[in-house]
């Protein structure tokens, strides 16, 4: 009854920005959290950021001080704000959130299906 969409990915340069957008629709009470994760071929998909109810974000290491992760509480989206764009950026961007859906008593788990993100020139 919950389904996440992701938009924003394409062709940056290296050095470049790029922001992608995560919007959540459906039967939902509350999102305690949502991440975004990135999958190159043949790689594990990797956490990248995390912003949770109370605003408070964690980022990987490899992301620290280029990209940002916020969100928008009215329109149930979130943002992942790249900047300085790297080859090694290129991956599949998901979206996964933790959902309370209404009538529901804990969270379930959401994935998106992906949108590619890729950095060259």
């Known amino acids: 009854q919950v389904q996440l969409v992701e938009s924003g990915g394409g062709l940056v340069q290296p050095g470049g920005s790029l922001t992608l957008s995560c919007a959540a629709s459906?039967?939902?009470?509350?999102?305690?959290?949502t991440s975004w994760y990135r999958q190159r071929p043949g790689k594990q998909r990797d956490l990248v950021a995390t912003?949770?109810?109370?605003?408070?974000?964690n980022y990987a290491d490899a992301v620290k001080g280029r990209f940002t992760i916020s969100g928008d509480n009215t329109k149930y989206t979130v943002y992942l704000q790249m900047n300085s764009l790297e080859p090694e950026d290129t991956a599949v961007y998901y979206c996964?959130?933790?959902?309370?859906?209404?009538?529901?008593?804990?969270?379930?788990?959401?994935w998106g299906e992906g949108t590619l993100v890729t950095v060259s020139t």
């Open positions: 912003i949770f109810s109370d605003s408070s974000t």
């Open positions: 996964n959130a933790d959902v309370v859906g209404w009538g529901d008593y804990d969270f379930k788990n959401y």
């Open positions: 459906g039967s939902i009470f509350n999102i305690n959290a």
